[in-house]
Nanobody, 117 residues
């Protein structure tokens, strides 16, 4: 059974920072593209950032310049460093593993990030 174990969410004041972590198995991490999505109440889940096994990255326009996705191959972990947080960043953040060639993917359980207005 594939597991994506997330951590690092919480409550932070506007302008603050958080780092999310997502750990998985070596067999997944070495092949799959990894990403972070978020879902705010009443809204659709959206891509925040993604990183391929070749370390190519992409970001949602709303987080460019504030968030950084990275991966540690030794720890089979992907990170999302979130700086200059805004109330509109409040959401449940989900880690995703997406196979680059076939329609197979996995999701973490989600971690809440709250930035009060």
């Amino acid at each position: 059974q594939v597991q994506l174990v997330e951590s690092g969410g919480g409550l932070v004041q506007p302008g603050g920072s958080l780092r999310l972590s997502c750990a998985t198995s070596r067999s997944i991490f070495s092949i799959y593209d990894m990403g972070w999505y978020r879902q705010a109440p009443g809204k659709q889940r959206e891509l925040v950032a993604a990183i391929t096994s070749g370390v190519r990255t992409k970001y949602a326009d709303s987080v460019k310049g504030r968030f950084t996705i990275s991966r540690d191959n030794a720890k089979n972990t992907v990170y999302l460093q979130m700086n200059s947080l805004k109330p509109e960043d409040t959401a449940v953040y989900y880690c995703n593993a997406d196979h680059p060639m076939i329609s197979t993917g996995y999701w973490g359980q989600g971690t809440q990030v709250t930035v009060p207005s």
